[in-house]
């Protein structure tokens, strides 16, 4: 879905491409909620929808947290200089992307 998101300039975003509808990112794969439910995300000016996204539970908040925990493990095996390396390339990624980034924060 493509959404107009800024209205001073024609300035265009496809949330689809870059956020799946209905689901959450957990484990690096975006998954739907366990009960499958999604709530729509409105555009209050227009009531265009603009997206879905997942119907989080207790379930899903238990997988995710499970997730970052393994996660974890992994992270803090690595030695500092690799962490800090990844996030100097972390921090280059988001400087590229931050018109993007911007405009996700404003939907």
Do not use: F
């Amino acid at each position: 879905m493509t959404v107009r998101v800024a209205k001073e300039r024609d300035v265009y975003l496809d949330v689809g491409s870059l956020l799946p509808g209905g689901s959450n990112l957990i484990g690096g794969e975006w998954v739907p909620a366990a009960s499958g439910e999604v709530i729509e995300v409105i555009n209050p000016a227009t009531k265009e929808l603009l997206s879905t996204v997942a119907r989080g539970a207790a379930d899903d908040v238990d997988v995710a947290v499970s997730a970052a925990a393994a996660a974890l493990r992994s992270w803090r095996d690595t030695s500092p200089t690799l962490r800090g390396q990844l996030l100097y390339r972390w921090e280059e990624v988001c400087r590229v992307h931050e018109h993007e980034i911007d405009l996700l924060e404003r939907l």
